[in-house]
């Protein structure tokens, strides 16, 4: 089997260990990955400022540079979701097409049935995990609490497997956390405010670290605890579950 690891442009260019832990992590479980050269952006940002049409031609490109894989793996909900669920506007091409029903975020693709065994992990702290509104709501990775269904979620029952960690339960687990792209941008005050909400749930819980399952999210709440000098570590599921996460320093950041 042969997974294509897509790298997102933010995580290429801010955060390169998510995807050196992705990578890592892959490899130790027994998959063939590549990484296919020339990877650019997946065309959300831009499809989210309303100039969807005009990144058919990035499109066309993604779907070219990984034909070949029997699976494509991202470490990101939100870029995921839009592959999956977005580039049904363009002319569907084979390649498009294997695109679209190839690709999956991080946590589904280790959660599926005959997925081998992940490594053995040890992470003794105490973990908020950050449920981002692509993965729960766009990709189904945990129920929605606004549903009254049981509960199910794919990053905990990962996360759960991984020894001495201990997974803090919050007040509002799904709640948004203001970033949605290019929202943080064009409501600045508002989504801060909403950041700020996060935060405080994840504090009142006493949590040391927060993990989630798309790097911008955690990247949007790190510039306000940051801002705020909270005392928080940020790491990508993919780090804890590979055990890259460097040991966690207390006091403030």
């Known amino acids: 089997m042969t997974v294509g690891l897509f790298v997102p442009c933010y995580i290429d260019q801010l955060y390169p260990d998510v995807a050196r832990a992705t990578l890592d992590l892959l490899e130790r479980m027994g998959y063939e990955v590549i ?5 650019t952006c997946c065309g959300q940002p831009m499809a989210n400022s309303g100039y969807e049409r005009i990144t058919a031609p990035v499109a066309d490109r993604m779907a070219r540079l990984f034909v070949d894989c029997d699976w494509v793996v991202a470490p990101s909900g939100s870029c995921v ?3 999956r669920d977005h580039y049904d506007r363009f002319d569907p091409t084979p ?10 975020e991080l946590c589904e693709f280790l959660s599926r049935k005959d997925a081998p065994a992940l490594p053995g992990t040890h992470f003794p702290y105490k973990t908020g995990l950050h449920n981002s509104c692509h993965g729960v709501r766009g990709l189904g990775l945990s129920t929605p609490s606004e549903r009254m269904e049981p509960h199910r979620s794919l990053p905990e029952q990962l996360l759960s497997r991984v020894t001495g960690i201990e997974l803090v339960p919050l007040g509002r687990p799904d709640e948004c956390c203001g970033f949605g792209g290019t929202f943080a941008v064009k409501q600045a005050c508002l989504s801060s405010v909403m950041g700020r909400d996060r935060l405080r749930d994840h504090a009142e819980n006493g949590v040391d670290v ?7 999210c955690l990247m949007h709440l790190e510039g306000l605890a940051r801002t705020d000098r909270l005392p928080l570590r940020f790491l990508h599921i993919a780090q804890i579950l590979n055990h890259r996460a460097e040991p966690v320093q207390p006091g403030v950041l």
């Open 35 to 39: 990484i296919p050269e020339g990877q």
């Open 81 to 83: 979701h839009h592959i």
């Open 95 to 104: 390649a498009l097409e294997h695109l679209r029903t190839r690709t999956v």
């Open 210 to 216: 927060i993990t989630g399952t798309d790097t911008s």
